[in-house]
């Protein structure tokens, strides 16, 4: 994040540079047409074209009002994105967000008042987005409807102790 570059390691392991630029990228995912989005802390939602070692702001903005920091990146089959605003929002601060970029290019926010939404997942039916929200040290649960609305958002679970929760996988 600090430092502005994303490396790429090689199949015998050696680490190469790909791009270094003004930003402070955090989360990275491949779309399945093959472009590289990185959610990057200051400058927003970015692609990166590796082969040319470039980085190109998508959006940084929702309505008029820029990001706080975006945090992490999940893709759907059918091309959307979800994404986490963390910022430096806690409990203190909860005002984190979920966004959705779907496929035909509108974005929604799809949750907010969220204290410091971090990693995100989707389950394998893609009807539930969970998001590690870190400072509140639990994962939330984000039922979606068929049209994509969230509908009785909740804790799926809550932990004691420790820093929270951050990057999220998931299994079968």
Do not use: C
């Not at 987005?129 to 040290?137: E, F, G, K, Q, S």
């Amino acid at each position: 994040i600090p430092y502005g570059r994303i490396f790429r390691i090689t199949p015998k392991g050696a680490w190469d540079l790909v791009v270094e630029y003004d930003g402070e990228p955090n989360g990275l995912k491949f779309h399945r047409d093959g472009r590289t989005f990185v959610t990057d802390h200051t400058r927003g939602l970015m692609l990166l074209d590796a082969k040319r070692g470039t980085t190109e702001t998508l959006i940084n903005r929702y309505n008029l009002e820029t990001f706080k920091g975006l945090n992490d990146l999940v893709f759907a089959a059918n091309g959307d994105l979800y994404f986490t605003d963390q910022g430096q929002s806690g409990l203190d601060d909860p005002t984190g967000a979920v966004y959705r970029l779907r496929a035909n290019g509108r974005l929604e926010r799809i949750a907010h008042n969220i204290p410091s939404p971090n990693g995100l997942v989707l389950n394998k039916a893609e009807n539930t987005l969970y998001v590690a929200v870190t400072r509140a040290n639990a994962v939330w649960r984000l039922p979606l409807l068929p049209d994509g609305t969230v509908s009785r958002m909740g804790v799926f679970i809550q932990m004691s102790g420790g820093r929270g929760p951050d990057g999220m996988a998931i299994d079968e």
